[in-house]
């Protein structure tokens, strides 16, 4: 039908089901220029033409993350049927795209990714100049933090990076989330008029939840004395958290670009007398992640490893199963870990 979404079947490697995904060890948690993948483009939400939606159809939406996903569920609520490509628990960066998932990327209206070159493994599907469903980067418009400055104002700086490359996890600041809600709410509203008003109401009424998730992350983290907050993660995690609630990021265990490349010998020891001379109070670790060398560092200098929620949800009916409850826990955290 004229004006309405199409596109050609997406094919599915030979390899497919065995695959590694090396191009996500090599990109690692570095974005890069305001989001693009290779080969992969993005549509503005609000231009996207109107899906075929006959019979009754709910609109067919993908989310590449859980962390994605809530604001998709809370805006599309009933009227659209959501799949989440990488499960709780996972790690979207050595993410392996199953066959199945290619047949859901195929079915999908739209697919949602964060963007600023996070997803590396859409670009090994949907990259290449093959048709696709229409892909949206819901961190379109958010002011990304710089590689390079972050690492430079470091007491100890870590790798050079080359410029223009930025740090992706936006989510930790909650006004990045209201963003992505917005663009949510502007995409299936273009997909599927005749919801859109419903879907504007879902999107005001999620934003004023995240609004207080907010205020009251501000409110726990003034009462901390400003000389004790101070960041130290396993990998480049946490800018957006130190930028928006005045943190002050001193290292990570992994100084290079990406969480998969270990550091060497010399590096650790100049985090680690870093460490001691800045105070440090605690080490955080992503809940899922191997952190064999945050417990190493943690050991030579006597700072607690503390785990907290970095990349993903926990699964249903754990303590960060909603982005708003995944707030909440690690914020209450760092505040209590930095007391």
Same mark, same amino acid.
């Given at each position: /039908?004229?004006?309405?979404?199409?596109?050609?079947?997406?094919?599915?490697?030979?390899?497919?089901?065995?695959?590694? /995904?090396?191009?996500? /060890?090599?990109?690692?948690?570095?974005?890069?220029?305001?989001?693009?993948?290779?080969?992969?483009?993005?549509?503005?939400?609000?231009?996207l033409a109107p899906a075929d939606l006959g019979s009754g159809r709910k609109l067919r939406v993908v989310a590449t993350t859980g962390l994605l996903a809530e604001p998709a569920a809370a805006v599309g609520g009933g009227m659209i049927d959501l799949t989440v490509l990488v499960p709780s628990g996972?790690?979207?960066? #050595?993410?392996?795209?199953?066959?199945?998932?290619?047949?859901?990327?195929?079915?999908?209206?739209?697919?949602?990714?964060?963007?600023?070159?996070?997803?590396?493994?859409?670009?090994?599907?949907?990259?290449?100049?093959?048709?696709?469903?229409?892909?949206?980067?819901?961190?379109?418009?958010?002011?990304?933090?710089?590689?390079? #400055?972050?690492?430079?104002?470091?007491?100890?700086?870590?790798?050079?990076?080359?410029?223009?490359?930025?740090?992706?996890?936006?989510?930790?600041?909650?006004?990045?989330? /209201?963003?992505?809600?917005?663009?949510?709410?502007?995409?299936?509203?273009?997909?599927?008029?005749?919801?859109?008003?419903?879907?504007?109401?879902?999107?005001?009424?999620?934003?004023?939840?995240?609004?207080?998730?907010?205020?009251?992350?501000?409110?726990?983290?003034?009462?901390?004395?400003?000389?004790?907050?101070?960041?130290?993660? #396993?990998?480049?995690?946490?800018?957006?958290?130190?930028?928006?609630?005045?943190?002050?990021?001193?290292?990570?265990?992994?100084?290079?670009?990406?969480?998969?490349?270990?550091?060497?010998?010399?590096?650790?020891?100049?985090?680690?007398?870093?460490?001691?001379?800045?105070?440090?109070?605690?080490?955080?670790?992503?809940?899922?992640?191997?952190?064999?060398?945050? #417990?190493?560092?943690?050991?030579?200098?006597?700072?607690?490893?503390?785990?907290?929620?970095?990349?993903?949800?926990?699964?249903?009916?754990?303590?960060?199963?909603?982005?708003?409850?995944?707030?909440?826990?690690?914020?209450?955290?760092?505040?209590?870990?930095?007391?």
């Amino acid at each position: /039908m004229p004006g309405l979404n199409t596109f050609r079947r997406l094919m599915v490697p030979p390899a497919l089901a065995g695959w590694v /995904m090396l191009g996500a /060890m090599a990109a690692g948690c570095v974005g890069q220029n305001r989001g693009a993948l290779p080969g992969l483009t993005a549509q503005p939400a609000a231009q996207l033409a109107p899906a075929d939606l006959g019979s009754g159809r709910k609109l067919r939406v993908v989310a590449t993350t859980g962390l994605l996903a809530e604001p998709a569920a809370a805006v599309g609520g009933g009227m659209i049927d959501l799949t989440v490509l990488v499960p709780s628990g996972a790690d979207p960066h #050595d993410y392996e795209l199953a066959p199945q998932d290619v047949v859901r990327l195929n079915e999908a209206d739209v697919i949602l990714m964060s963007g600023l070159g996070y997803e590396v493994f859409l670009a090994k599907v949907l990259g290449g100049g093959q048709d696709h469903p229409p892909v949206v980067a819901l961190s379109d418009g958010v002011a990304a933090l710089s590689i390079a #400055d972050e690492l430079a104002a470091r007491p100890a700086a870590g790798n050079a990076v080359p410029p223009g490359e930025v740090d992706p996890h936006v989510w930790f600041d909650p006004k990045n989330v /209201m963003l992505w809600t917005n663009h949510a709410g502007q995409a299936f509203s273009a997909l599927d008029p005749a919801h859109a008003e419903a879907y504007q109401a879902n999107a005001s009424a999620y934003i004023q939840k995240i609004e207080q998730v907010d205020a009251w992350a501000a409110e726990q983290i003034a009462a901390l004395p400003e000389s004790q907050r101070k960041l130290v993660a #396993d990998h480049e995690v946490l800018g957006y958290l130190a930028r928006r609630y005045g943190f002050t990021v001193v290292g990570a265990i992994n100084p290079k670009t990406n969480d998969l490349a270990a550091p060497s010998a010399q590096e650790l020891a100049a985090l680690e007398a870093t460490l001691k001379r800045e105070a440090v109070r605690a080490i955080f670790v992503g809940t899922y992640d191997n952190h064999s060398l945050a #417990d190493q560092v943690g050991s030579d200098t006597g700072i607690p490893v503390v785990p907290i929620y970095l990349e993903s949800l926990s699964p249903p009916g754990g303590p960060a199963q909603s982005y708003l409850d995944f707030m909440r826990f690690d914020v209450q955290a760092i505040v209590e870990a930095l007391k």
